[in-house]
């Protein structure tokens, strides 16, 4: 059981929105510290996707965007695409544990 | 831009020192935080330490009395060591950059190696 909590699996046909939930305490998310995103293909390393909570790295499309707002967090994803079938990952801080990851969430592109 | 690769045995029996090496190309490994990532097969992340290049360094508090890692900024790379080694502790390691550490923010990791399979048994 992570301390960040993600749904295990989300999924949304071509072309629609999904959204994936990354919740915490007052001890992590809630005491202000930034959230992280990463996406991870299959067989691959993670990568990247949003940081400082809601920022894009260069290369990344502006289909995906984060939010964050108390003690949860939120990645989401409009005009899905058969490619962003993957795993995703937060992380943030905690005041007591240090670094962590959520447990991910695996998108499905029905 | 800067690239990571890990190295080291892909096989290492139970209560022995699990040790690799990651090799920073494409920039120097000064003035930036280093971090180590591990991954059970068909699991999730868990974040095992970092160093900065000075060598101070910070541990994930469930691991801090099996691992050290150290840097070689002579070789452009850093390293890890995690002893006793289980089962449990047979993942995929990724070593990446730990970027923008600040008091409101333990930063996100960027860029990441390819990783590496290290299994343990005997």
């Known amino acids: 059981q992570s301390v960040l909590t993600q749904p295990p699996s989300v999924s949304g046909a071509p072309g629609q929105r999904v959204t994936i939930s990354c919740t915490g305490s007052s001890s992590n998310i809630g005491a202000g510290y930034d959230v992280h995103w990463y996406q991870q293909l299959p067989g691959t390393a993670p990568k990247l996707l949003i940081y400082g909570n809601s920022n894009r790295p260069s290369g990344v499309p502006d289909r995906f965007s984060g939010s964050k707002s108390g003690t949860s967090a939120s990645l989401a994803i409009t005009g899905l695409q058969a490619e962003d079938e993957a795993d995703y990952y937060c992380q943030s801080y905690d005041s007591s544990l240090s670094g962590l990851f959520g447990g991910g969430t695996k998108l499905t592109v029905l | 831009q800067v690239q990571l690769q890990e190295s080291g045995p892909g096989l290492v029996k139970p209560s022995e020192t699990l040790s690799l090496t990651c090799t920073v190309s494409g920039g120097s490994i000064s003035s930036y935080y280093w971090s180590w990532i591990r991954q059970p097969p068909g699991k999730g992340l868990e974040w095992i330490g970092y160093?900065?290049?000075?060598?101070?360094?910070n541990y994930n508090p469930s691991l801090k009395s099996r691992v050290t890692i150290s840097v070689d900024t002579s070789k452009n790379q850093f390293s890890l060591k995690l002893s006793s080694v289980t089962a449990a502790d047979t993942a995929v390691y990724y070593c990446a950059r730990l970027v923008g550490p600040t008091v409101t923010t333990f930063g996100w990791f960027d860029p990441w190696g390819q990783g590496t399979l290290v299994t343990v048994s005997s």
């Open positions: 160093i900065y290049y000075s060598g101070s360094t």
